[in-house]
């Protein structure tokens, strides 16, 4: 059975390795290494609607990524030997 165009863009938009959402990653990347300066510059060239847009899409994926960075330091503290209650004691102090 042979796919239509159509069909295997809909295929290829659900892909996590999407040639898309790898562009999109490389250029997300790409302005994170860009000064203020250019960052700003290009959010000005944007509608207000769609910058607002943009930063709530990414204030949810910092939200949802969270954890990841909770279960690193987690390992890390492990690695250097200390435990869920040496550090509970800590915080407490």
């Known amino acids: ?4 165009t159509y069909e295997l863009a809909r295929i ?3 892909l ?3 040639p898309e959402k790898v562009m999109y990653g490389k250029l997300l990347s ?4 860009q000064s203020e300066e250019r960052i700003r510059s290009a959010a ?11 930063v709530y899409q990414f204030q949810r994926v910092i939200e949802s990524r969270k954890g ?5 330091l987690a390992q890390e503290l492990v690695k250097d ?5 040496d550090l509970k ?4 102090k």
């Open 1 to 4: 059975m042979a796919l239509t």
């Open 12 to 14: 290829m938009e659900q």
């Open 16 to 18: 996590e390795e999407s």
């Open 30 to 33: 790409e302005l994170g290494n």
């Open 44 to 54: 000005k060239q944007l509608p207000l609607h769609t910058l607002k847009d943009i």
């Open 68 to 72: 990841e960075q909770v279960d690193l």
């Open 81 to 85: 030997g200390i435990s869920v209650e």
């Open 89 to 92: 004691a800590y915080m407490n």
